[in-house]
């Protein structure tokens, strides 16, 4: 992502959040480059006017090009264009302003192995975000290295900027008589970052080096900040969009459901309440058929009921905070 050219040049480039539930675990699709350095990066490619219309067809065209995935829902996030996002000594030579994009998708066999012949593979987003994966309580990390330290980086200030600090953990983190909010993922990221709790700051020059161990796997660029922007985009989406079906088969289990819910949303959800909530939602009917399963009762077989997109404005999965 970076390159010469004349002063204040600047090229749009188009990175890609690429999501897949692979074995009810939430993955995203990283690319590995070939100089040495062992951060993985986000599928990017820059954008040709000449040769497609819209960021939109040229982000899939590239995609599909090189990975042969072919891409579902797709939605734009955000214009990252800070200065200094590539690291470039005085902002010399080309700036790169990338367009960020979520995208969703199924995964085979084939085209896992035609990725893994791209330099590409699948990583569970809660290796970059383990703070993020309260499927079975809450995150050990959280108590053993990241309170702690931002309580140090809190007091380290003066009081006013002291307090300002302490009231932006307690929301993001949902200390004290503040709940857990799961579409703060974007919030969290940024402060572990300000208070140098994540590698990608000491990289950037934003401090000088980590006093605990770095928080989860750190990314090229600021590229871990797209894909905290992305789940949390996501994880509200599920609420009043019925993208989940998205990375779901044809054809599915409500126990396949319920634990790819589980995967995006970072949280455990109680079975019943789960299928009362996916029955009342009127967003799935029976196909009739059932998956014979090792040990127990054969279980019913689902599909998305299309027709609640022409019933109902906001159809979705209402879970967890908010």
């Given at each position: 992502m970076s390159g010469e050219g004349p002063p204040g040049t600047v090229e749009i480039g188009l990175n890609a959040v690429i999501v897949a539930v692979v074995s009810r675990s939430p993955r995203i699709l990283a690319v590995s480059e070939p100089d040495g350095d062992a951060r993985d990066s986000l599928p990017f490619g820059p954008f040709d006017p000449a040769r497609h219309r819209t960021f939109e067809a040229s982000l899939r065209a590239r995609v599909e090009k090189r990975t042969a995935l072919k891409l579902g829902y797709i939605e734009q996030l955000y214009t990252f264009g800070d200065r200094g996002r590539q690291r470039l000594p005085g902002e010399e030579g080309k700036h790169m302003v990338s367009v960020g994009y979520l995208a969703l998708t199924r995964t085979d066999a084939e085209n896992t192995e035609r990725l893994a012949g791209a330099g590409a593979h699948w990583r569970d987003w809660y290796g970059y975000l383990p703070w993020e994966d309260w499927r079975l309580g809450r995150p050990a990390i959280l108590d053993r290295t990241i309170l702690p330290a931002l309580a140090r980086w809190e007091s380290g200030d003066e009081k006013p900027a002291a307090a300002q600090r302490r009231s932006r953990i307690r929301l993001a983190f949902g200390l004290d008589d503040f709940p857990w909010d799961e579409e703060r993922v974007l919030e969290r990221y940024e402060l572990l970052y300000e208070a140098g709790l994540v590698r990608e700051a000491v990289i950037d020059g934003h401090c000088r080096d980590l006093e605990p161990p770095a928080a989860g796997l750190a990314m090229r660029h600021d590229h871990r900040r797209i894909v905290a922007t992305a789940v949390a985009r996501l994880r509200g989406k599920l609420k009043y969009r019925p993208v989940v079906f998205e990375l779901m088969p044809p054809a599915f289990t409500l126990t396949d459901l319920q634990a790819t819910v589980e995967a995006i949303s970072g949280r455990h959800l109680h079975k019943q309440n789960f299928r009362r909530l996916v029955e009342g939602a009127e967003l799935v009917e029976p196909t009739?058929?059932?998956?014979?399963?090792?040990?127990?009762?054969?279980?019913?077989?689902?599909?998305?009921?299309?027709?609640?997109?022409?019933?109902?404005?906001?159809?979705?999965?209402?879970?967890?905070?908010?």
């Open positions: 009739g058929e059932t998956l014979a399963s090792t040990g127990g009762r054969p279980a019913a077989l689902f599909r998305f009921r299309r027709q609640i997109l022409d019933e109902r404005p906001a159809p979705g999965l209402k879970v967890g905070g908010r």
